[in-house]
């Protein structure tokens, strides 16, 4: 996620933008999460957006992926190596179509963002050491254990690690195919950690030993990617500026109502003074404004917070890029501003998230990092 606050194409928050196409996702609303996605992919972000949706993957989706097959056409990976603005629709239909569970997402965060020791007697530093270690995390369900030494680990081999979980979860059968995903995964998904990949083909297995997998993880839901026309989603550019956000058929930022949850660079910057005063710089960051104002020989001024124009005799381009990108955003209707820059109310929180979908998952009681996350909001 991007650090500094900036606008995209129709003047949304970036990070925002990435945390409002995870909301839609994660509530299954297939046309809000592809309105998101496009927005980021139309603003010039496409290689940030595909980071974005396989994160999610990792995050929400890879351990009930059970029906993945490397050489199948119709897997994540090959979806997102399309060639046509499709494949943003495409991806997110993806994962919007498969179970959610939140392990991957919570452990993930745990090692990150707490300091906890590992339970062991001692590191494992030779094969039959860690095979002991193993088979004691697994007697006692430690999976906040397992994790961290995935997640840190660099003494076994990845492929060594995943024949001795499966050795001592007894699902030798399984393994051909996990260490397949998992050498497939690592070696096309260039943007994610491998020992994050490595994590989610071990939980995977403990999931497969307790029959908690299904052979297929689609879910049916009504909506079809062929019926998406990619239209109504690229940039307008056919009216004046000012008309530009009023055609744009704009969503709501926080339309599920789970902003409140994360980390925001709004609550560093006053967003409302930035979106209405100084729009246009806060723009410039994004591809699509940063060629944009080149074009019209506009020079972004990082010490005034401004974009200036070259003076006389190019008065003409500067009329002319705000008569075609002017957006006016202090000009619009309050209804229209407060898509981008409503205020974030608390109406649910990750535990009350976390317990819609902890039936599809290990059934780890994660309380009180839950309730850390209330507190302190996660950064995603």
Known sequence: M???????????AYDEVECALLSAILNKD????????????????????????????????????IGFEPDYEYNIVSISKQHDDLMVASMIDYLITRKITFDIFMLRNICEQFDFDIDYDGEPTTQTQLEETIRYWLKQKDYRSIAKWILTQDNFDDIV???LFAKTISKKNELTKIVGEYKFLNMNVSVTDSKLILLVQVL???????????????????????????????????????????????????????????????????????YLKNWLYYASFSPIWSKRIRQFGGIVNHNDVRVDFKE????????????????????????IQEKSIMCFNVTTNWTQLYEKFKKNGLNEDYDDELAEFDNDKILY
Request: glycine share 2%; net charge neutral; proline share 2%.
């Open 2 to 12: 991007k650090t500094q606050l900036f606008f995209t194409r129709y003047l949304y």
């Open 204 to 274: 995977k297995q403990i999931l497969i030993n307790e029959k908690r997998l299904r052979d297929c993880n689609f879910i049916r839901l009504d909506h079809s990617v062929e019926d998406v026309n990619i239209n109504n989603y690229k940039t307008i550019d056919n009216v004046k500026g000012y008309k530009t956000l009023e055609k744009a058929n704009l969503i709501p930022i926080d339309k599920h109502r789970i902003m409140s949850l994360f980390k925001l660079s709004r609550n560093k910057y006053n967003i409302r003074e930035m």
């Open 312 to 335: 006389k005799p190019n008065d003409d381009l500067m009329q002319e890029f705000y008569e075609r990108y002017g957006l006016e955003p202090d000009e619009q209707t309050k209804n």
């Open 161 to 163: 690690v995943l024949e």
């Open 30 to 65: 297939f046309d809000t999460a592809i309105f998101w996605g496009y927005e980021l992919y139309y603003s010039g972000f496409k290689d940030e957006l595909i980071t974005l949706l396989f994160k999610i993957y990792f995050d929400f989706i890879a351990l009930h992926d």
